[in-house]
């Protein structure tokens, strides 16, 4: 991989490896949304989005040797494409990319012997930027300007200062799945409730113990795995399209 080709050695060095990466992979998910958009193409094999020193980005195929030479990014981001709203697919994109992010950085430290004190030193200079998920969902702003507001109130305290909620967090996703500390005769009247349920997938019965999602558009249930969906994307969905209603209103 291009980005493995350089190693940046003091803290200053890995820090500035994690700026160009992350301006790289945010020019994907913004300006170049488009074009980043046509090279997802759900029709081809596991592909992951790499961000390079130099602030370029590249959508590959995973390197080929085990392990690489450096940590990889999510794979399989074209897979969720069609599968959800695009906002929301790059919401999680950039999840993964941040997660990445990290890993990479502190694989460099790793590799270069860091102390304690140039992990926390990294860490610091890394936390005073915003997420690459903070920048595409907007919440980088808004979290600005609600800090500029509390500095100029005395009575606020510190902890008003970091912010709304994250989309994330009021997300809402359908499933008939209970938590797992419910009690048992809710989980038995949710079977009954769903038993007649059919995946609009396969066709088999609904079953409690399995992840499903319902189509916002047609209203038919589905198994995640039937739909390559699961419940930590699914926090990220907010109108979830099956792939036959995705295909119907398919991009022009």
Not at 85 to 109: I, P, R
Not at 137 to 155: D, L, M
Not at 230 to 251: D, G, L, V, W
Request: charged share 30%; aromatic share 10%; hydrophobic share 30%.
């Amino acid at each position: 991989m291009e980005g493995g080709q350089y190693n940046p050695r003091t803290v200053e060095e890995v820090f500035r490896d994690f700026k160009g990466r992350r301006a790289g992979m945010i020019k994907a998910l913004t300006t170049d949304v488009e074009e980043f958009y046509q090279q997802c193409d759900p029709e081809k094999e596991n592909l992951c989005l790499y961000g390079f020193p130099n602030e370029q980005w590249e959508v590959n195929l995973p390197a080929e040797e085990v392990p690489p030479e450096l940590p990889e990014p999510a794979l399989g981001i074209n897979f969720a494409r069609d599968g959800m709203q695009e906002k929301d697919w790059l919401s999680l994109v950039a999840v993964h990319s941040d997660a990445w992010l990290l890993s990479v950085a502190f694989y460099f430290g790793a590799r270069f012997g860091f102390d304690k004190t140039d992990r926390k030193r990294l860490f610091s200079m890394i936390n005073d930027l915003p997420t690459i998920f903070e920048v595409v969902t907007g919440s980088a702003k808004k979290q600005s300007k609600e800090k500029s507001s509390v500095s100029n109130s005395s009575n606020k305290s510190k902890s008003s200062s970091k912010g709304g909620q994250r989309p994330s967090e009021s997300v809402k996703y359908s499933k008939p799945v209970q938590a797992k500390d419910e009690e048992e005769v809710v989980d038995g009247e949710d079977e009954e409730e769903h038993g007649d349920t059919l995946c609009g997938a396969c066709g088999e019965n609904y079953a409690a113990d399995e992840f499903w999602i319902c189509c916002d558009m047609c209203e038919k249930w589905f198994h995640g795995k039937c739909v390559k969906i699961t419940p930590a994307r699914a926090e990220h969905i907010k109108q979830y399209k099956c792939p036959s209603c995705s295909n119907k209103r398919a991009r022009p």
